[in-house]
């Protein structure tokens, strides 16, 4: 017969007694290694997009990918928005845990701490764990904030594939080569010229020496590109080379946390509808191929949650004329998104409940197994069962 003493019947029964009496996610918290094996993807719905667009009735049309997910992951049918109304403090809050107030245009970095910084100063990881790949060209300082206990030595690899795209065009038809743009070797050849001579220009904030990239990394990403630019179908979109770029990083550098930041539906400003639209669909279907992506991934798959929201929304066409090419008024339709959590640990499920762009962060923390600072925003207790 089991012999037990005193001391370690009394911590037995204790357990006992607290398996029977605390809630599910408090004791799943109490029970986590510090370091988990969690790996987490935040992709956002970039520009701008409504409710009316997506997951409304009659919006569900321009993303299947989406849809056919939602079941399969906890959908957040209120996820609020409550700051400033810009895309780099938009994302900048998803990314800090606090409303930001910043420049709009990215010329200023983050005013706290991001996850990216809490994650590799408390877990020692290096910069090729924490990546934030971005069509939208003002997130050049988005890896990394202005807190002096932080900053760049702890910030994400930061990575605009459509900035470097941008410019090995403007550099073929400066130099009349050719064919132009039209010979994908041209382009290709001035894409891998610029990664060679320096990318501090285009959104390259961590891993350089001088103004070279390291070998390694320079590959990985022209791995992306030729697989962008000689694919089969002629390329058409920013947030595609975006994509391909991060499934690179993925596949070679395996990194536990990663922001990727679509955004061709920005598009709307130039004030026709129907781009806007294919823009969605295209967001729905790169989200979906990154999903993929997780699934076949030994080094991801289930061992990662990926959270996908709109980082903000779009004016409602009863507040102005033709809403959707702007996001100012402030009203319903710009503030009141979605969540949709899928992956490792996460239920099916979903809620009317409330929940802000500020809590993202303080969840994504408790999954990396991170002690964050002083958040605005809580962590969402039905994705921490």
């Known amino acids: 017969m089991l012999s037990l003493s005193k001391r370690s019947f009394v911590q037995l029964a204790g357990l006992s007694i607290a398996n029977r009496i605390l809630p599910g996610w408090l004791r799943?918290?109490?029970?986590t290694p510090r370091w988990s094996s969690n790996k987490v993807i935040i992709v956002t719905f970039g520009g701008g997009v409504r409710y009316s667009e997506t997951f409304a009735p009659e919006g569900v049309r321009n993303i299947p990918r989406l849809v056919a997910l939602r079941p399969e992951g906890y959908f957040f049918k209120n996820c609020i928005n409550s700051g400033v109304l810009s895309h780099f403090n938009s994302t900048a809050s998803i990314l800090t845990g606090n409303w930001q107030r910043v420049d709009d245009f990215g010329f200023q970095p983050p005013a706290g701490p991001t996850l990216f910084e809490y994650y590799r100063k408390q877990s020692g990881a290096g910069p090729l764990d924490a990546w934030a790949i971005a069509t939208n060209k003002s997130f050049a300082s988005m890896g990394s904030s202005s807190d002096r206990a932080f900053g760049q030595p702890y910030g994400a690899n930061v990575v605009l594939p459509k900035q470097l795209l941008l410019e090995a065009v403007q550099d073929v038809v400066?130099?009349?080569?050719?064919?132009?743009?039209?010979?994908?070797?041209?382009v290709l050849q001035h894409l891998e010229g610029i990664l060679s001579e320096g990318y501090e220009g285009v959104g390259w904030t961590i891993f350089k020496a001088g103004r070279k990239l390291d070998q390694h990394v320079r590959d990985t990403?022209?791995?992306?590109?030729v697989e962008y630019v000689n694919g089969p179908e002629a390329p058409t979109s920013g947030?595609?080379?975006?994509?391909?770029?991060?499934?690179?990083?993925?596949?070679e550098f395996s990194p536990r946390l990663i922001l990727v930041n679509f955004w061709d539906m920005d598009v709307a400003h130039w004030g026709s509808y129907?781009?806007?639209?294919?823009?969605?669909t295209r967001t729905d279907r790169l989200t979906g191929m990154l999903w993929d992506e997780i699934q076949t991934n030994p080094r991801y798959k289930d061992q990662t949650t990926m959270l996908v929201l709109p980082e903000l929304g779009r004016d409602g066409d009863a507040n102005a004329a033709n809403g959707f090419l702007n996001h100012r008024s402030g009203d319903p339709s710009c503030r009141n998104m979605w969540l949709l959590a899928l992956g490792a640990g996460v239920p099916r499920g979903e809620t009317d409940r409330p929940v802000?762009?500020?809590?993202?962060?303080?969840?994504?923390?408790?999954?990396?197994?991170?002690?964050?600072?002083?958040?605005?925003?809580?962590?969402?207790?039905?994705?921490?069962l």
């Open 356 to 384: 802000y762009h500020i809590d993202v962060a303080a969840t994504a923390a408790e999954l990396l197994g991170v002690k964050a600072g002083q958040l605005a925003g809580a962590a969402i207790r039905e994705l921490l």
């Open 221 to 225: 990403l022209v791995r992306g590109l």
């Open 28 to 31: 799943a918290q109490e029970s």
């Open 239 to 251: 947030d595609e080379l975006t994509f391909f770029i991060t499934r690179e990083v993925m596949r």
């Open 174 to 186: 400066k130099k009349g080569a050719g064919d132009g743009v039209a010979n994908r070797e041209n």
């Open 274 to 280: 129907s781009p806007y639209l294919n823009a969605i």
